[in-house]
């Protein structure tokens, strides 16, 4: 298979403890230390990564790190801490419900596609010990990303960990129902508002109803990912929900600042719902939102150099450094629709291993 991205930026930004937080342009920043949800991210690159010959010795090498991290991340009852200074020290005791999820993510996609047994184990048991705290989330975005980590997991864990399904059925039925308190024929969303990250809740509803046999589920993610597509694809274009001012049902909507975490997310609610629907739409929607990075955005703007990429872009300028979330929202994408330009997608994307 063709290489889709280079892991230059990626390795620049990573030491011998994970990956630094943030980037002076293209420059490793270590005054910001590490963090569980990037981390997660880099172990799920790192992942897809190794499946490339080319590739495989430094992936490997930089999964290990990670993995090892995210291992010394878990407290004794089961949650993760998240910051750690460059010194080596935890800075917190316990970390957010975004961090804990998004560590639960990166460790499920590892499970499922990891061709290392000693990773997939290891992820399990991270995933195991963590599972009676998945109920506990209170955040829609929260329960989103364990949502995602869980389904990949799944086919894996559930004979060991009945209750798996449960917790997936508990985040799907808490999402339904935000989604039919707050949604109207003009607003078909789960909140009053769009803020970060916006197309992995209907992400996570297609992959809890395709896991668990769920239609109705699967029906609501379909409904709110093409609602968010009416509303951020202009003439052909992905315009994202910009960070200043968000987007409010009854308001106007931000168009800057536009994140990169954006265009990730729905390239892989895109690409997902083109698996299980078949329709050819979605997967030009993934297109579209990947052409973001490269320059088909709102200022027209490329952003990726050297395997890195940006953070964002307001209305008038671009910024210039190049942290370890945009790289990774670049990469992820990369390496996730890559395979589908190749012919041969990495996995069905119900979570089932390629291995």
């Given at each position: ?15 011998d ?7 002076v ?12 949800d ?30 090892a ?57 991270i ?8 109920g ?97 694809i ?6 994202p ?79 210039r ?29 119900f ?5």
């Open positions: 298979m063709r290489i889709p991205a280079t892991l230059e930026h990626l390795t620049a930004l990573t030491d403890v994970g990956i630094i937080q943030h980037a342009e293209d420059i490793p920043n270590r005054s910001t230390g590490y963090c569980v990037d981390v997660a991210r880099a172990l799920l690159v790192a992942t897809a990564a190794s499946a490339y010959p080319e590739l495989e010795a430094e992936a490997l090498r930089l999964g290990r790190i990670y993995l991290y995210l291992f010394d991340a878990q407290r004794p009852d089961g949650r993760m801490r998240n910051f750690m200074g460059f010194d080596r020290r935890w800075l917190d005791d316990v970390g957010s419900e975004d961090s804990f999820a998004r560590g639960i993510w990166g460790l499920g996609y590892t499970v499922a596609h990891a061709h290392k047994a000693t990773w997939r184990s290891l992820s399990a048991r995933i195991t010990k963590a599972l009676p705290h998945m506990d989330f209170t955040h829609h975005r929260s329960m989103a990303y364990a949502a995602l980590g869980l389904t990949m997991a799944f086919p894996s864990l559930v004979d060991s960990q009945p209750e798996l399904r449960d917790v997936l059925l508990r985040i799907g039925t808490h999402l339904q129902r935000a989604f039919e308190a707050e949604s109207s024929d003009e607003w078909v969303w789960f909140e009053a508002r769009m803020t970060y990250d916006n197309a992995r809740l209907p992400e996570a509803m297609m992959r809890i109803g395709a896991m668990i046999g769920r239609d109705d589920f699967i029906e609501t993610g379909i409904e709110a990912l093409d609602f968010y597509e009416r509303l951020c202009e003439n052909g274009i992905f315009v929900i910009g960070n200043a001012g968000w987007c409010h049902r009854d308001g106007e909507r931000s168009r800057y600042d536009q994140q990169p975490l954006e265009a990730a997310g729905l390239i892989d609610a895109a690409l997902f719902a083109f698996d299980i629907t078949g329709q050819e739409r979605y997967r030009r929607l993934a297109e579209i939102a990947y052409d973001w990075y490269f320059g088909r955005n709102s200022i027209n703007a490329p952003l990726v150099i050297d395997g890195g990429c940006r953070d964002g872009f307001s209305e008038n300028s671009v910024n450094n190049m942290g370890a979330e945009s790289t990774l929202a670049y990469l992820a994408s990369a390496f996730t629709l890559g395979p589908y330009r190749q012919g041969r997608p990495v996995s069905s994307n979570g089932h291993s390629s291995r």
